[in-house]
């Protein structure tokens, strides 16, 4: 591997004390009970082992076993010199095809690992869902890639795995005991398991203060089985200070890992055990760990005997197909520091890791596959970077090809958060636009151009209000606009504007009047303003009276008639026809508008408008009791209402009246 690349370098928390220190009080429990042919059974001892084996779970979540049966001839001829030119040999190398064999990228939290692994399953093949989509629901098989030299590894390899499986299981029958259930309480979840094995090797490292063997992580599956050469290098943190101990290696000791899925399972009576492992510079180690996991249907859930209304679950279960899927597809590589695919696998919707209940952080993302709002990986990376308006930005650049992402922060009633988000952002003077590269004929520019400039002013000025439509959105430079209330009522209205005797012969040019509703201002126009302008039309949106930015107070309005007064007053000036529409309350204004400048009123369309009569405004009330309004609410959000629109040719109106309902998502 050579000198120490950056893509190795640590973050300077997380490098190694070369000089740890190896304490004592690290479980080692002798399975001798168990194991020995001679030995009798012994209720007492049995439900000490049990006890022993559930307080090393509880207290430390790692803990080492010794006579523990197995001859530890597999283990020794893995680790030992006669295989150790596997690592020399021609490699065959996995690839996104087939995920076992040989690789050397491993990668944990970002930073790359010093060593280089081979991996193989215990059942060949091993079924796993295809991608870690959770939509896709086709199946695959993972086959081992064994190289033909040395022509003996396939053979050890094998026996090893059966050998330590029986163990494995052993341990997860006594496990349950400890939790209270019965000795067979897991085994169906290892029927089709999907179990792999790892020969690390971990080459000397030139600096072993910046570099580690494997970044601090936690196993995902239910348990591990560590065998390890004499050189020693596993940490562990101690769950009772944080601090990292060394775990000096026992001579025919397997260290037990306890991992996620035992930490789902039993609801957190035991957690998993974060570890790491340092390198040294003069001496290579191996180690081979037996990952015991689940088959891939398994829903990874805490067990129900172990939840009650005092303890309810604190993880929503998840599949552990698709976990592994992603962590496979995923590790090799390198993660871009910026990277979408969190809010899109399984590792970060349902890992155990992400989808704790209580998660202490607050930052949520919305998952793009179906909208939930879910916590990103926050607990492993010290600077989080989290992705915010220069996505914005990026989504543009790429034509849509990257999106940005929503995303928000809860807050807690028990601890407060920081952070320190830095938003890269262009020169002002840039006009942002997708790059030409990415935009051709098949696939055009989905957004128009805009000044960064003045879209940053224009935020920096209106950003207390994130979710108003006042705070200029993405969406405004969108070329083709979803099809939303907007573009339905240029549509509706111009298909009926033509109908109707006295619409403009020229259709295709028109003066839009948008009068808001009660408590609104012109600015709840601004999709629709957008649209009738790229369209080629004229419009107007307005402020009634204390509306918007109307510097009048609603207090020392007099009337209803002072509140309608700017409409009154652009009619009066405007020359030409115009379009009016109405939305709610404003329904009143464009009703008044009609009755006195009928001449200049070509169609006034009322969207869910208060529709006065034509002759008297005061038979308001009358009219609206009659209309129908549907109207479904969502807690927090209208997500659903009917719209009303009721067309006018207001020189016919005593003739021909068309009323139109429909439903409409409409998005505020
Ligand atoms: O090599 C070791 O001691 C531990 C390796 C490990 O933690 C892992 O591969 O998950
Ligand atoms: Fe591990």
């Not at 004390?17 to 009080?25: C, D, I, N, Q, R």
């Not at 072993?208 to 599956?221: C, E, F, I, N």
């Amino acid at each position: 591997m050579g000198e120490v690349d950056p893509a190795f370098i640590q973050d300077p928390e997380h490098r190694p004390k070369l000089s740890a220190t190896e304490v004592k009080g690290i479980p080692l429990i002798d399975l001798s009970l168990i194991n020995s042919p001679h030995s009798v059974y012994d209720p007492r001892a049995f439900e000490g082992l049990v006890a022993e084996i559930g307080n090393a779970c509880k207290d430390w979540g790692f803990f080492q076993v010794i006579n523990h049966g197995r001859s530890a001839k597999g283990s020794k001829l893995l680790l030992g010199s006669s295989l150790r030119c596997l690592w020399r040999r021609r490699k065959i190398r996995r690839d996104e095809g087939n995920v076992l064999g040989y690789y050397d990228t491993e990668h944990t939290k970002n930073v790359r690992d010093w060593k280089e692994v081979f991996d193989f399953t215990v059942e060949e093949p091993t079924l796993v869902p295809a991608s870690p989509d959770p939509e896709d629901k086709e199946e695959t098989e993972w086959y081992n890639q064994w190289p033909e030299y040395p022509p003996e590894l396939r053979n050890a390899c094998e026996e090893y795995a059966r050998e330590v499986e029986n163990l494995a299981l052993k341990l997860m029958g006594l496990i349950a005991l400890g939790l209270g259930l019965p000795k067979d309480r897991f085994n169906s979840y290892f029927k089709d398991q999907t179990s792999f094995l790892r020969l690390n090797h971990y080459p000397p490292c030139p600096s072993p203060q910046l570099a580690l063997g494997v970044g601090r992580h936690k196993d995902g599956g239910a348990l591990t089985v560590l065998a390890q050469d004499d050189v020693g290098g596993l940490e562990v943190k101690r769950k009772t200070d944080g601090v990292w101990i060394r775990v000096k290696p026992t001579p025919n000791a397997f260290i037990i890992n306890v991992g996620d899925v035992i930490q789902v399972w039993s609801n957190e009576r035991y957690e998993s055990v974060e570890h790491r492992v340092i390198v040294n510079s003069e001496k290579e180690r191996f180690s081979i760990p037996y990952y015991l996991n689940p088959a891939h249907y398994t829903q990874v859930e805490p067990l129900e005997e172990l939840i009650n209304e005092q303890n309810p679950a604190k993880y929503k279960p998840y599949s552990w197909g698709k976990f592994i899927t992603h962590r496979k597809l995923t590790q090799a590589k390198t993660l871009p520091l910026i990277d979408l695919s969190p809010i899109n696998t399984p590792d970060n919707i349902s890992g155990p890791m992400h989808a704790k209940i209580d998660d202490a952080g607050g930052l949520e993302v919305k998952r793009k596959a179906d909208g939930e709002w879910i916590p990103p990986n926050l607990l492993s990376t010290s600077n989080i970077r989290t992705k915010g308006h220069a996505q914005e930005f990026r989504t543009i650049l790429s034509n849509d090809r990257y999106e940005s992402l929503e995303h928000r922060v809860v807050v807690n009633s028990k601890k407060e958060r920081f952070s320190i988000p830095f938003f890269v952002n262009p020169a002002h003077y840039t006009i942002v636009k997708p790059l030409e590269e990415l935009a051709d004929e098949q696939n055009q520019a989905k957004y128009k151009p805009y000044n960064w400039g003045k879209f940053f002013s224009h935020r920096k000025l209106t950003d207390f209000k994130k979710n108003s439509a006042e705070n200029m959105q993405l969406c405004h430079f969108r070329q083709n606009l979803i099809p939303s209330i907007s573009t339905f009522l240029i549509v509706l209205l111009l298909c009926v504007a033509n109908e109707i005797e006295s619409a403009p012969t020229n259709p295709s040019k028109q003066h839009f009047v948008l009068v808001h509703g009660s408590c609104f201002g012109a600015w709840s126009w601004y999709k629709l303003v957008t649209l009738i302008r790229s369209s080629g039309h004229n419009v107007t949106a307005l402020d009634l009276a204390a509306s918007g930015v109307d510097p009048q107070q609603a207090k020392d309005l007099r009337s209803i008639s002072d509140y309608l007064k700017p409409l009154r007053d652009f009619m009066e000036a405007v020359d030409g026809k115009v379009i009016l529409v109405g939305h709610s309350l404003g329904g009143l204004a464009i009703s008044q508008a009609m009755e006195r400048f009928p001449s200049k009123i070509s169609v006034a369309i009322f969207v869910t408008a208060l529709m006065s009569g034509p002759a008297n405004i005061s038979s308001l009330n009358k009219e609206v009791s009659s209309c129908t309004f549907l109207y479904c609410k969502k807690p927090h959000h209208i997500t659903l209402m009917a719209l009303f629109v009721t067309v006018i040719n207001y020189r016919k109106i005593r003739l021909r009246r068309i009323k139109i309902q429909i439903f409409i998502k409409v998005v505020y």
